[in-house]
């Protein structure tokens, strides 16, 4: 059976465990695939990296409230008044 590996670098669990930031290293900013008998098992993910993820899955999120709200009713406020 093939997989789709989503990254350039992937390493064994082996590995990861031997040097756990080494590995994650080894992928310069990039996702590293820890491979489980040559079978992607999960993604080593930086922290930056996935920082950026969790954005993008936030303004998507928002996109869609937006799309959604679309056709509301407008209601008009004045900060002054508040």
Do not use: Q, W
């Not at 900013?29 to 930056?48: D, H, K, S, T």
Request: proline share 6%.
């Amino acid at each position: 059976m093939t997989f789709k590996v989503l990254t350039t670098t992937a390493a064994s669990i082996t590995e990861l465990k031997r040097d756990p930031m080494g590995t994650l290293h080894a992928g310069e900013g990039a996702p590293v695939a820890i491979l489980n008998r040559n079978e992607p098992a999960f993604y080593c993910v930086p922290p930056a990296l996935y920082a950026r993820l969790m954005d993008m899955l936030e303004d998507e999120e928002l996109g869609r409230i937006i799309d959604e709200r679309a056709g509301e009713k407008i209601i008009e406020v004045n900060i002054d008044e508040l």
